[in-house]
């Protein structure tokens, strides 16, 4: 007979296992805690109460391998245990064993090895063990086997690890552990169907490996190059501005060579969209190209719009520190730099003398508040060509961007 915690006269009964294989279990900790013998299915509330359920889960996590009693003990009661801990392990194990293999004893699964007990892994099938075995089989395998390993182990990590466990902090810490491996798994698979140039399959594992971890270069390498293989240019370009956003929140730098040498390409595959020669504009002069160095974002977002409805303006790109403004300028080649005086990682006349540096051509106008006299001489001698005040109209903006980038040409 086959039973799983039905209701009599008040009171659950015990679950009774059956099944063509009396020993073996089929186990799920990826999500909800879940094990099959035969026909039968036990769940997360029926192991006998919360610490022999966890005692269960940590042999799991440590499959074929032995744990002591006193591990046991002083991860159960966080350091803290009772003076009868030991005697509590040993009976919470024979409910253990009363669950998951009534009639056998110590002859089951659950084993009592010398000061402790571990799960015989030739009788479990653990989906995470399985899961771990076929990231590791990806990482040394060929694209083409690859994509086919990391779709098997990526269809079993569909939830989080140990799904219903809320309150042991070593659950948390083990979940990490396991989210860290499937971020892998993701990116790796994103990596290997690029080879194989299946770009739609790729972006679809980038995006998720980004939702994983948003700070990861390498997922959102992969992200950008499917977009680009997958003739998507300009959306690779929106993509690699939220990235160098996100990293310029979040760690004060932009995104490193590789990508932004990708960012580069991509500029010049689609000048025709971003920056076209477009009919010239009233009185003849060529597109401005214009680049926004500035901390605020707010302000930054509302004047790249700004200068988009312009004519004869485009907005290239956007930064908010000195080390990932110099960098831009130096890929992006803008004719004006609109630079705040104040940076997240320098002071503005710090950052135009590396700007100039490198491009010496570029103008420079400066945002900020009423410069004292000493440093307007100071930005003068930077090489600035002139210094605006944050409050200033936009339109006193647009004529001195207009007015300094003619002065350019004549020169």
């Known amino acids: 007979m086959t039973s799983a915690g039905l209701a009599v006269e ?41 610490k022999p359920r966890q005692i269960f889960e940590l042999l799991l996590l440590n499959l074929g391998v032995p744990i002591s009693k006193d591990r046991l003990i002083d991860i ?14 040993e009976s919470y194990v024979s409910v253990l064993r009363r669950r998951l293999q009534p009639g056998m004893g110590k002859d089951g699964p659950l084993r009592t090895v010398a000061g402790g007990y571990m799960l015989d892994r030739s009788l479990v099938d653990l989906d995470l063990d399985r899961f771990d075995a076929l990231v590791r089989a990806a990482e040394s395998a060929v694209p083409q086997r690859a994509i086919v390993l990391l ?11 140990l799904g219903e466990e809320l309150v042991p902090s070593w659950a948390e810490s083990e979940r990490s552990r396991h989210a860290a ?17 299946n770009t739609k399959l ?23 190059l ?5 003739g998507q240019p300009t959306e690779a370009l929106r ?19 590789a990508l932004r040498s990708i960012y580069a390409r991509l500029l010049k595959a689609t000048t025709h969209v971003i920056d076209p020669p477009a009919e010239p504009v009233p009185d003849g002069r060529p597109t401005i190209r214009i680049m926004i160095i500035n901390r605020h974002r707010t302000f930054t977002e509302l004047l790249a719009a700004a200068l988009e409805r312009e004519p004869d303006m485009s907005n290239v790109g956007t930064a908010d520190s000195a080390q990932s403004g110099v960098d831009l300028v130096r890929e992006l080649e803008p004719d004006v730099v609109l630079l705040g005086s104040r940076l997240r ?22 945002l900020g508040g009423t410069p004292k006299p000493e440093v307007q001489r100071q930005a003068a001698a930077a090489g600035i060509s002139a210094f605006l005040p944050n409050d200033g109209s936009l339109a006193t903006l647009l004529s001195a961007v207009r007015r300094k980038t003619a002065d350019a040409q004549v020169s």
């Open 181 to 197: 491996r499937v971020f892998r798994a993701r990116t790796l698979a994103a990596e290997s169907a690029l080879a194989l140039g």
């Open 76 to 89: 159960l009661w966080a350091g803290q245990a009772p003076a009868e801990a030991l005697p509590t392990v």
């Open 202 to 224: 790729a972006v679809i594992w980038a995006r998720e490996a980004i939702a994983d971890d948003p700070l990861s270069e390498q997922a959102w390498t992969a992200l950008v």
């Open 345 to 366: 990682d320098a002071d503005g006349i710090a950052a135009a003398l590396r700007i100039l540096a490198d491009a010496p051509r570029t103008r420079i106008l400066m």
């Open 10 to 50: 008040g009171r659950t009964t015990e679950t009774v296992l059956t099944g063509p294989d009396p020993c073996r279990l089929d186990v799920r900790i990826i999500g909800p805690l879940r094990i099959r013998r035969g026909e039968t299915v036990l769940g997360y509330g029926e192991l006998g109460g919360p």
């Open 151 to 161: 779709q098997e182990a990526l269809g079993l990590a569909t939830a989080p690890l």
């Open 226 to 230: 499917g977009l680009e293989k997958s």
């Open 239 to 257: 993509v690699f501005d939220q990235c160098r956003r996100i990293m310029n929140r979040e760690l004060g730098c932009g995104p490193g060579e």
